[in-house]
């Protein structure tokens, strides 16, 4: 999961290093770095897209770890219980300088939504960009759903970078209702009959189902992070 700590890695972050002083030109290459993150995701993600365990193995090639998505794996780059042949497909992937500030783009939930969602609205620009391959109206409708997918998503993220577990939960469900939206509009029946879609629809199911399946693991995460007693009532309890 993006977070599984009450305190905000990116908090003590900031604090760690002390004063960070990154002009345009600093967070520009910053930003690059994060961008190139996502395309490197994105490429593991494709030669996986057959395997049944795409989303693991790709994580696991980005050095994330196969069970627990974390920012720490991002971070640290390494994990004790990765075998030799996890640590050397994880050495592919430049994770950036160790002195570069922790930001909610280095979470792996967030490169992984990102680097699907792009991957669909490339597609889907490319088949719809002249109206004799797709009607104006389904165009419309389904990219407009995807956008909102992708926001409701992207806000999600960001809550639970930031330790809100329950909002995060809010915000997947409210994503996962408009990713519902967005497989509507792609499925109609009366799409059944437009041969232009048929390409795409190979791509995008897959991709629209696994977003679901990266967001229902993190929803069930932070519920159990929820369901977990906070320390003060551990000491409470050891009190009485």
Not at 71 to 82: F, K, T
Request: with cysteine; glycine share 2%; proline share 3%.
């Amino acid at each position: 999961m993006g977070n599984t700590n009450s305190e905000n890695p990116s908090d003590n972050d900031w604090e760690d290093r002390g004063e960070l002083v990154w002009n345009e030109f600093d967070w520009e290459r910053y930003l690059r770095q994060q961008d190139e993150t996502v395309l490197k995701y994105l490429s593991f993600y494709e030669e996986l897209k057959t395997t049944p365990e795409r989303l693991d193995e790709a994580a696991k090639r980005m050095g994330w770890g196969v069970e627990e998505w974390t920012s720490e794996a991002v971070l640290d780059g390494d994990d004790e219980d990765d075998d030799e042949d996890e640590d050397d497909e994880a050495s592919e992937v430049d994770l950036g300088d160790e002195s570069d500030p922790y930001t909610l783009h280095k979470n792996p939930i967030y490169v992984a939504t990102r680097a699907l969602f792009l991957s669909l609205k490339r597609a889907w620009e490319q088949l719809a960009d002249a109206p004799d391959r797709v009607p104006q109206k389904l165009a419309l409708s389904y990219y407009a759903a995807l956008l909102r997918t992708e926001d409701q998503a992207m806000q999600a993220v960001s809550a639970l970078d930031f330790g809100d577990y329950a909002m995060a939960i809010s915000l997947f469900k409210r994503a996962l209702r408009d990713l519902n939206a967005t497989l509507a509009a792609l499925l109609a029946e009366e799409n059944d009959a437009i041969r232009s879609l048929v390409h795409y629809r190979a791509l995008a199911l897959p991709r629209l189902f696994d977003l679901r399946e990266v967001w229902l693991r993190v929803m069930s995460e932070c519920r159990d992070e929820l369901a977990r007693p906070s320390s003060e009532e551990t000491d409470e309890e050891s009190e009485d």
